[in-house]
């Protein structure tokens, strides 16, 4: 009886300086770097002339929002003229009212032509009339979907001449200025910094200790009114050879912008290990 009571303190010793390495292991703080969720440098998709920048640096902006204008007056025109062609009526209207004239006409020689009051030939003209003015307004009303089509191709190409911003967020380089040609050339470089992007590298020994959805606390170089709190997304899968290390990246809400990305930082993760009773 004594001996088992010694086994099970033995076991629960074992089993405290387990749990208690890990959690020291996984409070250890580690270098990190705050760094924006997303940073891009926009371009143009299409050629042109810089007409307006619409924003400045550090300027925040939307998804969707127009940044950037480009010369197009030849455009604008285009679209005047595709959006007129799109609404005509007119060819449409004259071959309704051909075809509709030779349905008349097609009638009163079929009924002649019951009556043999008019010869085969005669009969066979007014019907071969039906025909090609029935043609005649399918082919107008396609020419009129094909306007349709065109006058979109046209606003399309109208709104290739505006930018747009393609993530919500801030700029941080102006690259270009009114008047410059547009080719392939970056515009503007934006910079996502809600949710900011957490970047550590981890030693081999922790390969495994962390997944997504666990916890750390966050110590940025300038300093923070309140304890900042980010979450893991992304734990690699793959321990890099030449190192002995892993990454891992955390997301820190940002709504309000109030913390500046490029900082480093100090990382304590939170997660614990829950202790398991040796009697179970």
Known sequence: MRLHCQIRRWRWLLVWLFASNLLAAESEPFDCLMEPMVVTEVGSPVQGVIKHLLVDRSDSVTRGQPIIELEAGAETINLAAAKTRANMQSEVSAREADLALARLNLDRMQKLHDQNLVPTQKWDEAHAQKLVASAALVQALESLKLAQIESRRAEQLLAQKTILSPIDGVVVAQLVFPGEFVYDNPLITLAQLDPL????????????????????????????????????????????????????????????????????????????????????
């Open 197 to 280: 992007r957490i970047e550590v590298v981890l030693p081999a020994r922790l390969f495994g200790k962390f997944k997504p959805g666990d916890t750390a606390l966050i110590q940025p170089e300038i300093e923070h009114e309140e304890p900042l709190h980010a979450t893991v997304q992304v734990v690699d899968r793959l321990l890099d050879t030449r190192s002995g290390t892993f990454g891992v990246r955390l997301t820190l809400p940002n709504p309000e912008l109030s913390i500046p990305g490029g900082q480093k930082c100090q990382l304590e993760f939170l997660s614990g290990v829950a202790l398991v009773s040796s009697e179970q």
